[in-house]
């Protein structure tokens, strides 16, 4: 079956620094999709890429969407202390539901 | 984006009881989805709950278990079935607009705890 991995699994950085996750699908995505959960919370909606290469930027967050559609990245510049959470790829491959990868635990040091 | 509301948003049960979890969104979607998320994991997809249509589920869950109702656009019910302390989790519901991997917005949650 389809299966979405991300790296790290944990990631502790001092406010300031720069993070990034990384997702891997085991097949080719029509569609990925970013989210974020914050402590306690549900996911949030962050971006969609569906273009091969496709860079997207969200203030300091940056998006990407690898050229044979199986991986994707998500960069933080600078991160705050209101960064924290897990943030999860979501691959779709056309049909109605998305596979979630298995989530980047951001962790922020003050 | 919707607004997404779930009833319980907690709750303790004993071991063999049944728990029926209610979603509702503010406006009319096509497709909605029933997860379970331990703590500290990744979000599983139970079923799709289809309008008017028995639910599809996923490799390893069953209607037995987790009965699905969806009577209209807006609103449908997950059922734990003969819980066990194994079925302690959140559950969320997820919505889409329209079809074919589209964005999916969560609802709160509803965090079960089987004794």
């Known amino acids: 079956g389809q299966q979405v991995m991300q790296i790290p699994q944990y990631q502790h950085v001092q406010e300031g620094e720069d993070f990034t996750t990384y997702c891997n699908s085991s097949t080719t995505l029509s569609n990925i999709q970013w989210y974020k959960q914050r402590p306690g919370g549900h996911p949030v909606f962050l971006i969609q890429?569906?273009?091969?290469?496709e860079v997207k930027k969200q203030k300091r967050l940056t998006f990407q969407f690898g050229e044979a559609k199986k991986n994707s990245s998500l960069h933080i510049t600078a991160t705050q202390t209101t960064d924290v959470g897990t943030y999860f790829c979501a691959g779709s491959s056309g049909a109605n539901n998305l596979f979630f990868g298995t989530g980047t635990r951001l962790t922020v040091i003050p | 984006s919707a607004v997404i509301s779930q009833k319980p948003s907690r709750d303790i049960c004993q071991r063999g009881t049944s728990l029926t979890i209610q979603c509702q969104v503010d406006?009319?979607?096509?497709?909605m989805f029933w997860y379970r998320q331990q703590p500290g994991q990744s979000l599983t997809l139970i079923a799709t709950?289809?309008?008017?249509?028995?639910?599809?589920?996923e490799s390893g869950f069953v209607i037995d278990k987790f009965p699905i109702s969806r009577p209209n656009l807006t609103f449908s019910t997950l059922t734990v079935s003969n819980m066990s302390p194994e079925d302690s989790s959140i559950y969320l519901c997820s919505v889409q607009f329209r079809a074919g991997g589209d964005t999916q917005y969560f609802g709160p949650g509803t965090r079960l705890t089987v004794l």
């Open positions: 709950a289809n309008q008017g249509s028995e639910a599809t589920y």
């Open positions: 890429l569906v273009k091969s290469g």
């Open positions: 406006s009319q979607v096509t497709m």
